[in-house]
């Protein structure tokens, strides 16, 4: 194999943990408060507010039913005013992101769905505030599942870049359709494929390690 | 310390607030629990309890009624006026609820975070209380390396933290094994005796209520029944309910032989036999050979058992009292003149 070649796969494999990384990060500081807020807001939660959490949850439902491939064209412009481009590694990232979010978030609200309601009712016994619950209580008791939530959406996110390389994202996938595909070249595919399962091994034993910390259960 | 006027509590269920099918779980409930006292709250499971406990401290909001705790009415209260006022009043539950995510120490810590008080602070508050709890050497271990009594130990320290007036135990005792139980009791009567404060504990055991309550409340139904010192709520208590409680609790039931024996009505030809509970100068009366004696009947003893119920004695009987019919009226006058309970079960006829 050419270095040309060498230099092409290290260039997509770092272009697709870019994306992952920038679309990850962005989306776990979106979607984790707003999964606390689609489950406080909760009838019969700390902070009850039946309507905003409808809403809050359609929107949720919204982002979460519609196809990435569909996704990402549908909201070009979008993509364009934000970063200015419509292809690269920064324009597949708006994609990723939006469609991160909502994922995120619902995962999130099930993470703290599974801690004992008394947490909370001791919590409130002893005074707290619901700024307090949230931040002392709900998020480091759910710091396991919301460790976990965001092991699923970085593996996600990988296997979602690798489409958004089809329309022109960049990373291994885009090196995968247009060198391991349309110039039929196996040793490409196999080496992009070999490489993207390593990097989702990678990012659950990360993730499985993170969650072995915090769970003092 | 503690005063409850007229607190009713009604759930509506989601969506519909026309009453059709709202359950009225508390009802009109009037209690006041003076500084320094352990009070129980004894009932069977759906009666109320858990909600009377919660609306002390507001955990439920009463649906009317005052809630004073302190000299401060709670129930005029809300938002950081409330959460202050719950400063002062800790709460321990049946299931622990101890933050699995933090250690012993910081689980002690935590009201006293809520406060905002200081790190420093904190830690000398804190290692006093986890001596005062016996679990010191426990500090950096985190709740699931412990056991249930330790538990409820670490959430005995935590309610104290903030030093409150007013302890709240919500069937503290009722996960735990019965010897675990007793060392917990032991030590929620040394901290009020030690501490001064006044505890409200709700339960179903008897057994909790007989070993360190004061004065106990009997709920049924979401309505307080009847209210009493201990010692005479387990020498006499004023109510069906309490009666069948303490039988339980004494396993003193007449023998199922018996029991299908039992006529309601007297007729010439039957016995009655009678429960006598007696308690104070009764125990130590020779009752029963005067019985025998002074009246002429005699009394076959069926089942006997004494009790202590904190410094007082209780002797309870079921007995056969055995004669004519005017003889055995007039034991049980005797009996009823010298400051015994009498209840008579039923009568049974003569064997001869």
Redesign the interface.
């Given at each position: 194999m050419s270095s040309a070649m060498i230099e092409l796969i290290l260039e997509a494999t770092l272009d697709t943990l870019y994306m992952v990384a920038v679309s990850g990060v962005i989306s776990a500081l979106v979607g984790i408060p707003l999964g606390v807020l689609l489950y406080v807001t909760r009838p019969r939660q700390i902070l009850a507010e039946p309507v905003l959490n409808r809403v809050l949850g359609a929107i949720t439902n919204i982002g979460r039913s519609i196809p990435f491939i569909i996704l990402m064209v549908a909201i070009i412009p979008l993509t364009r005013m934000l970063v200015g481009s419509s292809i690269g590694t920064n324009a597949a990232s708006v994609p990723l992101t939006i469609a991160a979010i909502p994922f995120v978030a619902r995962l999130v609200e099930g993470a703290l769905n599974e801690i004992p309601p008394g947490l909370v009712e001791a919590a409130q016994s002893m005074g707290a505030t619901p700024w307090q619950i949230i931040t002392k209580v709900l998020v480091p008791e759910a710091r396991g599942g919301i460790f976990t939530a965001l092991t699923v959406t970085a593996v996600t996110l990988v296997s979602y870049s690798a489409m958004a390389g089809a329309v022109g994202g960049g990373g291994l996938g885009d090196l995968g359709i247009r060198y391991g595909y349309n110039r039929f070249n196996p040793t490409i595919m196999l080496i992009t494929v070999v490489i993207l399962v390593v990097m989702v091994q990678g990012f659950q034993s990360l993730g499985d390690y993170l969650v072995r910390k915090s769970d003092h259960k | 310390m503690i005063r409850l006027h007229d607190v009713s509590k009604t759930y509506y269920p989601?969506g519909r607030s026309d009453g059709t099918s709202a359950v009225t779980a508390l009802k009109h409930a009037n209690l006041h629990v003076p500084k320094g006292e352990i009070h129980g709250v004894i009932g069977l499971s759906g009666a109320g309890k858990s909600t009377l406990i919660r609306c002390v401290?507001l955990?439920e909001r009463p649906t009317t009624g005052s809630v004073t705790v302190d000299g401060q009415e709670l129930t005029a209260l809300s938002g950081?006026a409330?959460?202050?006022?719950?400063?002062r009043?800790?709460?321990i539950?049946q299931?622990f609820?101890l933050?699995?995510?933090?250690t012993v120490f910081a689980n002690v810590a935590?009201?006293l975070?809520?406060?905002g008080m200081k790190r420093t602070e904190i830690r000398e508050r804190v290692m006093p209380l986890l001596d005062l709890v016996g679990l010191a050497d426990k500090a950096d271990q985190?709740?699931?390396q412990l056991s249930g009594g330790q538990k409820q130990r670490v959430a005995i320290a935590?309610a104290l933290a903030?030093r409150p007036k007013v302890l709240?135990c919500d069937e503290a005792t009722s996960a735990l094994d019965p010897h675990t139980t007793g060392s917990i009791l032991e030590l929620l009567r040394d901290i009020n005796q030690r501490l001064g404060l006044t505890i409200l504990l709700i339960t179903h055991e008897m057994e909790v209520v007989k070993s360190i309550c004061h004065r106990v409340s009997l709920i049924s139904d979401g309505e307080l029944v009847e209210e009493a010192e201990v010692g005479d709520f387990f020498t006499a208590p004023g109510t069906q309910l309490g009666r069948d409680f303490l039988n339980d609790f004494l396993e003193l039931e007449p023998p199922q032989a018996l029991i299908e024996r039992l006529e309601e009505t007297p007729s010439p030809t039957s016995h009655p036999v009678v429960r006598l509970a007696f308690s104070g100068d009764a125990v130590s009366t020779p009752l029963i050979s005067r019985l025998a004696r002074e009246c002429g009947v005699d009394v076959s003893i069926l089942q006997a058992k004494v009790e202590s119920i904190q410094e007082r004695t209780l002797g309870l009987m079921i007995a056969e009292l055995m004669g004519p019919a005017e003889k055995t009226r007039e034991a049980l006058d005797y009996l009823e003149s010298h400051d015994l309970q009498v209840e008579v079960l039923g009568h049974v006829q003569r064997d001869d």
């Amino acid at each position: 194999m050419s270095s040309a070649m060498i230099e092409l796969i290290l260039e997509a494999t770092l272009d697709t943990l870019y994306m992952v990384a920038v679309s990850g990060v962005i989306s776990a500081l979106v979607g984790i408060p707003l999964g606390v807020l689609l489950y406080v807001t909760r009838p019969r939660q700390i902070l009850a507010e039946p309507v905003l959490n409808r809403v809050l949850g359609a929107i949720t439902n919204i982002g979460r039913s519609i196809p990435f491939i569909i996704l990402m064209v549908a909201i070009i412009p979008l993509t364009r005013m934000l970063v200015g481009s419509s292809i690269g590694t920064n324009a597949a990232s708006v994609p990723l992101t939006i469609a991160a979010i909502p994922f995120v978030a619902r995962l999130v609200e099930g993470a703290l769905n599974e801690i004992p309601p008394g947490l909370v009712e001791a919590a409130q016994s002893m005074g707290a505030t619901p700024w307090q619950i949230i931040t002392k209580v709900l998020v480091p008791e759910a710091r396991g599942g919301i460790f976990t939530a965001l092991t699923v959406t970085a593996v996600t996110l990988v296997s979602y870049s690798a489409m958004a390389g089809a329309v022109g994202g960049g990373g291994l996938g885009d090196l995968g359709i247009r060198y391991g595909y349309n110039r039929f070249n196996p040793t490409i595919m196999l080496i992009t494929v070999v490489i993207l399962v390593v990097m989702v091994q990678g990012f659950q034993s990360l993730g499985d390690y993170l969650v072995r910390k915090s769970d003092h259960k | 310390m503690i005063r409850l006027h007229d607190v009713s509590k009604t759930y509506y269920p989601k969506g519909r607030s026309d009453g059709t099918s709202a359950v009225t779980a508390l009802k009109h409930a009037n209690l006041h629990v003076p500084k320094g006292e352990i009070h129980g709250v004894i009932g069977l499971s759906g009666a109320g309890k858990s909600t009377l406990i919660r609306c002390v401290n507001l955990l439920e909001r009463p649906t009317t009624g005052s809630v004073t705790v302190d000299g401060q009415e709670l129930t005029a209260l809300s938002g950081a006026a409330l959460n202050q006022a719950r400063h002062r009043i800790g709460m321990i539950f049946q299931h622990f609820n101890l933050l699995t995510s933090r250690t012993v120490f910081a689980n002690v810590a935590l009201p006293l975070e809520l406060m905002g008080m200081k790190r420093t602070e904190i830690r000398e508050r804190v290692m006093p209380l986890l001596d005062l709890v016996g679990l010191a050497d426990k500090a950096d271990q985190y709740p699931a390396q412990l056991s249930g009594g330790q538990k409820q130990r670490v959430a005995i320290a935590r309610a104290l933290a903030s030093r409150p007036k007013v302890l709240l135990c919500d069937e503290a005792t009722s996960a735990l094994d019965p010897h675990t139980t007793g060392s917990i009791l032991e030590l929620l009567r040394d901290i009020n005796q030690r501490l001064g404060l006044t505890i409200l504990l709700i339960t179903h055991e008897m057994e909790v209520v007989k070993s360190i309550c004061h004065r106990v409340s009997l709920i049924s139904d979401g309505e307080l029944v009847e209210e009493a010192e201990v010692g005479d709520f387990f020498t006499a208590p004023g109510t069906q309910l309490g009666r069948d409680f303490l039988n339980d609790f004494l396993e003193l039931e007449p023998p199922q032989a018996l029991i299908e024996r039992l006529e309601e009505t007297p007729s010439p030809t039957s016995h009655p036999v009678v429960r006598l509970a007696f308690s104070g100068d009764a125990v130590s009366t020779p009752l029963i050979s005067r019985l025998a004696r002074e009246c002429g009947v005699d009394v076959s003893i069926l089942q006997a058992k004494v009790e202590s119920i904190q410094e007082r004695t209780l002797g309870l009987m079921i007995a056969e009292l055995m004669g004519p019919a005017e003889k055995t009226r007039e034991a049980l006058d005797y009996l009823e003149s010298h400051d015994l309970q009498v209840e008579v079960l039923g009568h049974v006829q003569r064997d001869d």
